[in-house]
């Protein structure tokens, strides 16, 4: 792509504006097989240069799928005209975007070619396989459904003040559901994984065969399962649940958008949000887990996605910003400018989102609760700009005086996230992102992964229809 990426460069220098262009080509493929058939089998490939410049304190975009010279100057000249129109409409112009270190050179994450070396046959047998095995495990297992997705994606990012980054990775995931019924009930039990690298990569941490089982098992387990009364409880919530309180519940509240529109964390960089014993990061790669959902080394305003420490040791440190509000809170840009396709502006958007571990064993955490749950399989859910937050759970475990004595059918847990995240009062040193196979939503997708260890807090629980 070395040529391409010239004619970008060349093509944004020639620019009296702020230019940034960004070349994507997106290679994508999606298998779904349900009580043994193929229900879904699907490629697609997209290509195209989004163009975005910054003239008269105004931002204009355009994009293209045509990559001829001429096509090119003229989306250029679209995105100019777009923002010169806007300036005039515009009560504050948008400041000039200050020196920043950028990316430059080629930037490769592992995987890319094994994954695509692998067959689509291979992988639809895996699928088939899996499904079937799953479906097989039990009388009482109806149905089940198995898919896998993967995205193979190349990028140029160049920019008039000095990025000029090429980019290269694979995303991958993996869905297992098992349909359970028994007396005219009936529940699910799932199993995902998201990944970023290779095939084998998906399965570093259970085997294809262990993630059936396990989907084919809790979809039983559940049948028998009572529901959970409700009430403010102490929890021990699994990566996985910690994951989608740290993303949705607080990394969006830190999004510096969101911030200047008035989330509950504006205003509060300096001050005590959380337990000291709370740290959390976003990364666009993470030490403790290689392969997270959301790797990335360099972000789509060619900044180097490094990891930003959102709250240390329970005090807020740091908002996730873009160049332009990084300039605007006088920091550094924090490579959390993200677009899911060429013709997709970037929004700051998060990638690995986490808690980092502490020093205890989960089985001591466990042993040291009286009376709480283990709460586990996250269902999803919902938040705000207030930290107000109410998430679904499928897998909770009763725990009295230190050991796991019951399994109940499904809750929500919900309370305040800043609120909650001040009563913990253990961290365990056990970590993992368990969020890959997930997309995040704002105004556009975006892949992103979160989780962190097993974390003991306070908030309510109450029951639902698992």
Do not use: W
């Given at each position: 792509m070395s040529e391409l990426a010239e004619q970008l460069e060349k093509l944004a220098h020639s620019s009296p504006h702020w230019t940034e262009l960004r070349y994507h080509r997106r290679n994508s493929q999606s298998l779904q097989v349900q009580k043994g058939l193929v229900k879904q089998a699907k490629s697609s490939i997209t290509t195209g240069v989004g163009i975005r410049v910054l003239a008269e304190g105004a931002w204009g975009f355009s994009s293209t799928s045509d990559l001829s010279q001429s096509s090119?100057?003229?989306?250029?000249?679209?995105?100019?005209?777009?923002?010169?129109?806007?300036?005039?409409?515009?009560?504050?112009?948008?400041?000039?975007?200050?020196?920043v270190k950028l990316a430059k050179g080629e930037f490769k994450l592992e995987g890319y070619e094994a994954l695509q070396k692998m067959s689509l046959e291979q992988k639809l047998q895996s699928v088939l396989q899996a499904e079937e095995a799953t479906r097989r495990h039990s009388p009482n297992i109806q149905s089940a459904t198995c898919g896998y997705n993967e995205m193979f994606e190349d990028k140029i990012v160049v920019t008039s003040d000095g990025a000029n980054a090429t980019s290269r990775l694979a995303r991958n995931e993996f869905r297992l559901s098992a349909f359970a019924s028994h007396a005219g009930e009936m529940v699910q039990g799932h199993h995902t994984v998201g990944r970023t690298g290779s095939w084998e990569c998906l399965f570093n941490q259970y085997s294809l065969a262990e993630m059936s089982e396990e989907a084919a098992k809790l979809a039983i387990d559940l049948l028998k399962a009572p529901r959970i009364p409700g009430g403010l409880a102490t929890l021990i919530l699994s990566p996985a649940m910690v994951g989608i309180l740290s993303h949705e519940a607080i990394g969006?509240?830190?999004?510096?958008?969101?911030?200047?529109?008035?989330?509950?964390?504006?205003?509060?960089?300096?001050?005590?949000?959380?337990?000291?014993l709370v740290t959390l990061q976003d990364g666009g790669m993470v030490r403790e887990t290689p392969y997270g959902g959301g790797d990335l080394l360099v972000d789509d305003e060619g900044v180097l996605a490094g990891t930003t420490t959102i709250i240390k040791d329970g005090i807020l440190n740091s908002y996730l910003h873009n160049r332009e509000s990084a300039a605007l809170y006088q920091v550094e840009p924090t490579g959390n400018a993200r677009a899911w396709l060429y013709h997709d502006e970037p929004l700051i958007r998060m990638r690995n989102t986490y808690i980092v571990?502490?020093?205890?064993?989960?089985?001591?955490?466990?042993?040291?609760?009286?009376?709480?749950?283990?709460?586990?399989?996250?269902?999803?859910?919902?938040?705000?700009?207030?930290?107000?937050?109410?998430?679904?759970?499928?897998?909770?475990?009763?725990?009295?005086?230190?050991?796991?004595?019951?399994?109940?059918?499904?809750?929500?847990?919900?309370?305040?996230?800043?609120?909650?995240?001040?009563?913990?009062?253990?961290?365990s040193k056990e970590f993992k992102l368990d969020l890959g196979s997930g997309y995040c939503g704002k105004g556009q997708p975006a892949k992103v992964d979160a989780g962190g260890p097993y974390v003991r807090c306070k908030a309510v629980i109450g029951g639902i229809q698992a």
């Open positions: 090119l100057e003229k989306a250029l000249k679209q995105a100019v005209e777009c923002a010169k129109s806007i300036s005039q409409m515009k009560k504050a112009a948008v400041a000039q975007l200050p020196a969006h509240t830190v999004e510096a958008d969101f911030v200047l529109s008035g989330s509950v964390a504006a205003g509060k960089i300096g001050q005590r949000i959380a337990s000291p571990p502490g020093a205890l064993p989960l089985q001591e955490i466990i042993a040291s609760t009286q009376d709480g749950y283990l709460v586990d399989c996250p269902l999803g859910g919902q938040a705000d700009a207030t930290g107000e937050f109410m998430f679904g759970a499928q897998k909770v475990m009763q725990i009295k005086d230190g050991k796991i004595v019951k399994l109940f059918r499904g809750a929500t847990i919900s309370g305040q996230a800043f609120e909650v995240l001040s009563t913990v009062d253990a961290v």
